[in-house]
C-alpha cells in the first residue's frame, strides 16, 4: 500500500500540478475577459463613428438648406438624401472621408411649423448606418 506520510515527494507532486491546474484556469478566465472586452470596445468606437457622421448629415443637410442648394419641401411634405461612403443608388453626395465602419447616412428634411431664427423652417433628422465586424 502507498503511505502518504513517509512520501514527501507524492505530496509535493500533487500540490504543484494543483498549482498549475489552477494557474491555467485563471489564465484561460483572463484571456477570455480581455477577448470581450475587445469586442465590446471595438463597437462602442463603430456606435461614436456612426453617431458623428449622422452629425456630418445634419451639419452637411443644415448648409445646404441655408445656402440655399436644398429647398425646404413645401408644407407637410419632406425630402430625403443620402451620403454614401461608395458610389450607389440615390446617393445624394459621395463622401470617401467616412469612417470605414460607416456605409452610408440617410437625412430627411421635413417642413416644420415653426420657424427657426434664422428664417429655415426644416426640420432634419439622420441615421448612420454602420456595421460591426468584429476582429
Not at 489564465?27 to 468606437?45: D, E, K, T, W, Y
Not at 449622422?54 to 443637410?61: E, I, K, R
Request: proline share 4%; with cysteine; net charge positive.
Amino acid at each position: 500500500m502507498f503511505n502518504l506520510k513517509n512520501n514527501k515527494k507524492a505530496i509535493a507532486m500533487v500540490v504543484i500540478l494543483g498549482t498549475i491546474v489552477i494557474v491555467f484556469v485563471l489564465a484561460g478566465a483572463i484571456l477570455v475577459m480581455s477577448s470581450s472586452q475587445s469586442r465590446l470596445v471595438h463597437h462602442q468606437v463603430s456606435r461614436i463613428q456612426g453617431y458623428y457622421a449622422s452629425m456630418l448629415g445634419v451639419n452637411y443637410a443644415y448648409r445646404q438648406l441655408y445656402t440655399g442648394a436644398w429647398l425646404i419641401p413645401p408644407a407637410g411634405g419632406s425630402d430625403a438624401y443620402s451620403i454614401c461612403r461608395n458610389a450607389g443608388l440615390g446617393c445624394t453626395l459621395v463622401e470617401s472621408n467616412l469612417p470605414h465602419t460607416v456605409s452610408r447616412v440617410n437625412i430627411s428634411v421635413t417642413n416644420c411649423s415653426t420657424t427657426s431664427p434664422s428664417g429655415i423652417s426644416a426640420c432634419i433628422s439622420a441615421t448612420a448606418i454602420y456595421t460591426y465586424t468584429p476582429p
